[in-house]
């Protein structure tokens, strides 16, 4: 390595408190993440908020770092902000933590940062905060990247409010994030379009809530997927869900690489898809509004008596099977 | 590895978004971190809570994970509601994220998640969201832990109203953190007792606020230590502040190994050491509260209208030299 190329990458001296770690906030951080809050306030940001808050976080360690739809910049996002989201509160501060290893090239961590500037637009959340370590080469791979984010709530989506009868609904076809890592991983070229569904969801509950959508549960079905979202309120509702099969949206290409691998769709991780519950009554106006952002978005399912604490899923041939909470390592480093 | 010590060890699936991981938030972090909010609520916590608030994020990564005197359990607590006590805020709710590395024993994450228990309780702050990764061997060091929080301010410290006069106070004697880790990693049998000096700080900062006096500005010296606290406040702030090299106190174990090594005790890593600028009338009762909690707490130095944005160290002789901003690696992986 040259004197020039060691120039173009993260050192230990970056994440040392001194001088370097200065420059890389004021150059790179500052400029990219740049608002009155993060660049007035010291090591803590001041907030002007009302209660009730929401107050989430998640680390990010996705491998690769790049995949078709997105990167770890746009998910470390995207995450938080759908975390928010998804408590029915406004998606507006975040605070963002990266662990940097040794030797990073700032090419790759400004085209990081400036994905992660791209998608807080999309939602108008702002980094308020931030702290970098950087740790010696081999004592991380690349980049870690944790989001936390408080906001404001204007709704209370709980499983706690969902009752017999209630309508399930997902926002979009599932399966997608799991399957093109996966897919990325094997080093297939893949024809078709199989992307990642990696995206920031604020406009879709905001959509849901402005229209007056008594919104019951909510949740994004990442990791353990769309088995796991409904799994959880099952058991912790003590109620039944009963799933049709056949209306849950799974694209060809997300369903052909679960027959090659093995792997069951709805237990795949999304990025950007989310299960609601709603009063049936107001199921087909929720549907209509969520296919305003997607057309796969489809009513899938009803909260039942039976089956106390279990997904049941239906095929159209009449046949019944448990839709099981996921099992074991699954797709590591999915997000 | 015999099956049985696979089982006893951190897995891939513990961090999958299925059965596993569940069962490891509900039997380990459930159980020492339990608090309503936590467990009555689903991925965010929801808080009642009135602004102004403050709001910080920091990862920890030290290394070695055990030192005399702490370990990262307890400086992941520590580092993240001081950094909210230095704002002003009552130190209220935490979120925290693990990134474990497969294999990481069962052992050592209770021992670490409950060392972060022990610590909570010195301050009352409770955690009320969280987030589980694991990656694959050689991904990651043992484990990072992200503490995110979130409190209500109760003051506005701040080095904007730092004014001339003011005299600099530090709440301790300063580099034992830094001295400490560079000790174990040396792996030197110290005699003495070189302990870092890692510590939940609100109780100190409290009793001033409680007292009424009036804290200007006010900064844990974490990475960079003394240095790099001070060089900041007069940079921003564009005054000079003049300290008295022979008035900073620095135990005789961390002057010796800093001699030994070649460090300046000021730029060393402190977790648990504060500095404050308060009205020159309020110096010796700030001194007096600070004392209740360490002896060794001195008055060090005064915001001066010389030496603009510098940071300059009297000798008892009468010479002077700046005390720069420090620069290069430091130690990694300090905190």
Redesign the interface.
């Known amino acids: 390595m040259t004197a020039t190329d060691n120039k173009r990458r993260i ?3 970056h ?8 420059e890389l906030i004021r150059k790179l951080f500052f400029k990219y993440f740049s608002n009155e809050i993060l660049i007035r306030d ?20 996705v ?1 690769p770092r790049q995949f078709k739809g997105g990167d770890l910049g746009k998910i470390a996002v995207a995450g938080t902000v759908n ?2 989201a ?2 029915g ?1 406004i998606p507006q ?1 975040l ?5 940097i290893e ?1 030797g990073l090239t700032f090419a790759e961590l400004e085209s990081l940062v400036k994905s992660m500037a791209e998608e807080l637009e999309k939602s108008g959340a702002r980094i ?4 970098t ?4 080469k ?4 690349g980049i ?1 990247i ?1 989001t ?3 906001g404001q ?1 204007i709704a ?1 989506p ?2 706690k409010q969902l009752e017999v009868g209630d309508r399930i609904l997902v926002s979009r076809d599932v399966g997608r994030h799991g399957a093109c890592i996966l897919a990325s991983r094997e080093g297939m070229v893949l024809e078709g379009d199989l992307a990642s569904d990696c995206a920031t969801l604020w406009d879709d509950v905001k959509r849901l809530l402005d229209a007056g959508i008594e919104v019951r549960a909510m ?1 994004d079905a ?4 769309l088995a ?1 979202v409904l799994n959880e309120w099952a058991a912790s509702r003590e109620l039944g869900i009963q799933v049709q099969q056949d209306q849950v949206p799974i694209a060809d290409e997300v369903q052909g690489l679960c027959e090659l691998f093995g792997f069951e769709p709805m ?1 795949l ?1 999304n990025e950007g898809t989310f299960v609601l519950g709603v009063p049936a009554d107001q199921a087909d106006q929720a549907l209509a509004l969520l296919r305003q952002g997607q057309q796969s978005a489809a009513i899938i399912g009803t909260v039942v008596e039976q089956h106390l604490g279990k997904v049941v899923l239906s095929s159209p041939w009449g046949s019944q099977r448990y839709l099981e ?9 999915i ?1």
Chains 1, 2 share one sequence.
Do not use: H
Request: contains cysteine.
């Open positions: 050192q230990l001296s994440g040392g408190g001194g001088v370097e770690m200065n010291e090591d803590a940001a001041r907030l002007d908020l009302q209660g009730p808050l929401a107050f989430t976080t998640d680390s990010f360690t491998s975390d928010l998804m408590a509160a501060y605070s963002c933590g990266f662990i040794e308020v905060c931030g702290d370590k950087v740790v010696p081999g004592a991380a791979d870690f944790n936390s984010g408080v709530c209370s709980s499983w949740r990442t990791r353990g997927g796991a237990e991780a909470l996921p099992k074991g390592e699954l797709l590591p480093r997000c």
